[in-house]
């Protein structure tokens, strides 16, 4: 879980791939960032770069990048996909003919992926304060409960010896007081 998120240099892996003869993604490193361009070939007006900055996914099943515009968070539309070690479209892309870049970083998917999310500017769905979360990956707190009541000889939760009505009951209160501070 500490692993669920980051800056997008903590977890690189280089792309570079060809979607449906429609366009050319690669992810790349340069000067210690992080970048995505794409291009869509023999269109020189269609191509463009954009760092990525943030990282979402442990990589066990796979891993998703966010980028910024204006202070908009954005979700990269390609990913890498751990059981298929590749490259590819993300879900919401691809049946897609164009190249997208407008899927919105909600907070109901970062708060699953990163602690202490902030909530988005007034009137706006993805445009966050700076830094828009408090700490990469999910805290033990998230799901543990209060360290201090351990520290003092309290027990903790452990979700995973709890019956799935339970375990799935803690999500949801994160989610809930997560979402009682938007």
């Known amino acids: ?78 990913n890498w996909y751990a059981d298929r070690h590749l490259w590819d479209m993300a879900p919401a892309y691809g049946n897609t003919s164009q190249i997208p870049l407008n899927l919105p970083a909600y907070t109901s998917c970062l708060r699953c992926h990163f602690s202490g999310v902030q ?21 033990c707190e998230m799901c543990h409960g209060p360290g201090a009541s351990y520290i003092q000889g309290g027990s903790i939760v452990n979700p995973a010896k709890l019956a799935p009505a339970l375990r799935d009951a803690v999500c949801n209160a994160v989610s809930s007081r997560r979402e009682g501070s938007n």
């Open 119 to 139: 909530a988005p500017i007034q009137g706006t769905e993805n445009r966050y304060p700076n830094p828009p979360f408090s700490s990469s990956g999910v805290t």
């Open 1 to 78: 879980m500490a692993h669920a998120s980051g800056a997008a240099a903590d977890n690189f892996s280089p792309a570079d791939f060809l979607h449906k003869n429609l366009a050319h993604y690669r992810v790349y490193k340069e000067d210690g960032k992080i970048w995505l361009s794409f291009e869509r070939p023999n269109d020189p007006e269609a191509r463009g770069r954009r760092q990525l900055l943030y990282y979402i996914g442990s990589g066990r099943r796979g891993v998703s990048h966010l980028f910024a515009v204006d202070g908009f968070l954005i979700e990269s539309p390609v």
